[in-house]
């Protein structure tokens, strides 16, 4: 796994774009603080950019240095859940103009994901995550590469 993170790393810190395995979906993601990487993750999707994406972050800690105020409900919900789960917060700092909802919100999911996990920490910024398909179609389960 660790080829993998390597190349991924480098993928994000050159702005571009990865399709990698998520708690929910193969996901295709990007650096969450890069506008123009995020843009081109609206346009491979085919997708409105008033449609929010979901951003991704490794831990509490990392969730606090972009959001200003967590509820204790929601850290109530997100130490029970046994499953990904994704809340909008109010307000994010330090991710991309682009991926911030028109009412200054953003989802944001605490990974389980064991590459997730280990990709976001050692890239110390949150990362994009959205389905692997264009806006409105079926995401695929699996992928074929060509040689």
């Not at 390597?6 to 395995?21: A, H, I, Q």
């Not at 995020?38 to 449609?51: A, F, G, P, T, W």
């Not at 809340?87 to 991926?99: D, F, T």
Request: glycine content about 4%; proline content about 4%; overall charge neutral.
């Amino acid at each position: 796994m660790s080829t993998e993170i390597s190349n991924s790393l480098e993928v994000l810190k050159n702005g571009g774009l990865l399709l990698y395995p998520t708690d929910t979906v193969w996901g295709i993601g990007c650096d969450a603080s890069n506008e123009a990487a995020v843009k081109k993750i609206y346009e491979l999707k085919q997708r409105d950019d008033s449609k929010a994406l979901v951003c991704l972050v490794s831990d509490l800690e990392m969730l606090y240095r972009h959001i200003k105020f967590v509820p204790d409900a929601v850290l109530n919900i997100l130490n029970a859940a046994k499953n990904p789960t994704t809340v909008i917060y109010n307000e994010p700092s330090g991710v991309a103009k682009n991926l911030v909802a028109q009412n200054n919100s953003l989802a944001i999911r605490i990974v389980k994901n064991n590459f997730c996990e280990n990709l976001i920490n050692q890239f110390g910024k949150p990362i994009v995550s959205t389905s692997a398909n264009i806006s409105g179609e079926t995401t695929p389960k699996t992928f074929v590469l060509d040689k």
